[in-house]
């Protein structure tokens, strides 16, 4: 609890929330809430149930995309990585599809599942599958041979190769990529909801504008974004300080 | 410390990689129970010859036998000891040395992982994780890993190269406590000759490569050596003279 690690960071957002405030004060305008109004525009919202309903749509959306595309690119990345011809099979589809932006998905993902949860789900499934089925099938293959050498020596049976092995020598290296796509997956569920749905954070800034242009709750849709996917980065970093994959990381 | 009786034998061992020869036509009989050094330069062969003997890899021609049995793949018989970075980050000093134990019940288990922290002198560093190791107590870890399923032979590849000088001799006193204490046959490959004359009971002397045998030099002090006799310099130098080197910086 030092000065250095949290006062520093207080200080830094406090003036950068007094700048913004005296700024307003001194040039009244309509085009820029001030942090007060922002304030004031998350309190409504929590006093209208909004706040709640709003924040839980969205991670509840994120949930289940990510929770699925790490279901699917673990194991598929896993295989990749352990069997070349897999991936020189596979990973050309997986490069050419990776460069599509997730939101030019949007349009299918409407044909396909229709305006509501299921679409916002699978884009934001799709958006963090790749990155992380890329991630986990580099991890394989940087794989310390030396690590594969001694579990064949003492005649591990494959589960076990895969359990006691495998998955623990690439954890330092998958937690990042769960990071990053947890990071993406968070980017585009605030986008998957502006078109696709009408609940969550992405549709409260699409409404406040088009219901009034109530730019304060915009930005209140903004700053809560913004402090979520700050909380939701400070979780899996945490992962990163477990005893069994601190290893990976330089100390 | 032989029992006079083969263990394992290379019969006419060749390897190339593509159009490189690596090893030519080596010819090994190492006996139950025997401390084997192999020395040579460095791209001599050498740790390719122990790979092939570990099942790793396969010979061209000839082959290895154990027991009689030809060496089809890795086995947990003969383990491999690599330089400490074998270690397995993610477990614990414990977890690293009962690795191998992984079909015997709990109780044998904490039984045999008990009794190799105490040989290789790891006590109260069960719960500790490589990262909080020193090299040399990584390299314990790995031996102790090792022993601890009980294999017949030893097979390792410059196990102490990593390590600094005081560390290295400290860890050859250890090996060697462990060996006349576990009566393993170990094959041990260096590039260092001094080590090879202080720890074997034979040193097979393999040239630049094409890697072929030389000669192999009966190592005939009784151990605890003494590194300063006129004995132990002799067989030193004539295997230095054997590699082409002057004894003399």
Known sequence: MSFRKWGLPFVGIATGLLAWQIAVWLNPTTLVPGPLAVALGIGELAVRGLLVKYVFASLFRVSWGYLGALLVAIPLGLFLGVFRRGEWTINPLLQVLRPISPLAWIPIAILWFGVGDVSAIFLIFLASLLPLTVATTNAVRNIDPVFLAAARNFDLPMRQRVVDVLIPAILPQLIVAMRIALGVAWLVVVAAEMIAVNSGLGFLIVDARNAGNRYDLVVAGMALIGIIGLGLDFLMRRLERLDSVRWGYAS | ?249
């Open chain 2, 1 to 249: 410390m032989t029992t006079g009786k083969i263990k394992v034998r290379f019969r006419d061992v060749s390897t190339n990689f593509g159009a490189v020869d690596v090893l030519q036509h080596v010819n090994i009989d190492v006996a139950e129970g025997e401390f084997l050094c192999i020395v040579g330069p460095s791209g001599c062969g050498k740790s390719t010859l122990l790979n092939i003997a570990g099942g790793f890899l396969q010979p061209t021609s000839g082959d290895v036998t154990i027991d009689g049995e030809p060496v089809t793949g890795p086995d947990r018989r003969r383990i491999f000891v690599f330089q400490e970075r074998g270690v397995f980050p993610w477990l614990t000093v414990e977890d690293n040395i009962g690795f191998g134990l992984f079909d015997v019940s709990a109780e044998e288990r904490k039984k045999r992982i008990d009794q190799y922290v105490s040989l290789v002198g790891l006590k109260g560093f069960e719960r500790s994780y490589p990262r909080e190791l020193s090299g040399g107590m990584k390299q314990r870890v790995e031996v102790a890993r090792a022993l601890a399923v009980n294999p017949d032979v030893l097979y390792l590849d410059e196990p102490f190269g990593a390590l600094d000088s005081i560390t290295r001799l400290q860890m050859r006193r250890e090996l060697l406590r462990i060996w006349q204490a576990e009566r393993k046959t170990v094959l041990f490959v260096t590039h260092d000759i001094e080590e090879s004359v202080q720890l074997a009971d034979r040193v097979v002397v393999i040239s630049a490569r094409p890697g072929r045998i030389r000669r192999v030099v009966d190592i005939d002090i009784p151990h605890p050596r003494d590194l300063s006799s006129r004995r132990y310099i002799e067989l030193r130098d004539s295997i230095f003279a054997e590699i082409g080197l002057a004894h003399t910086v």
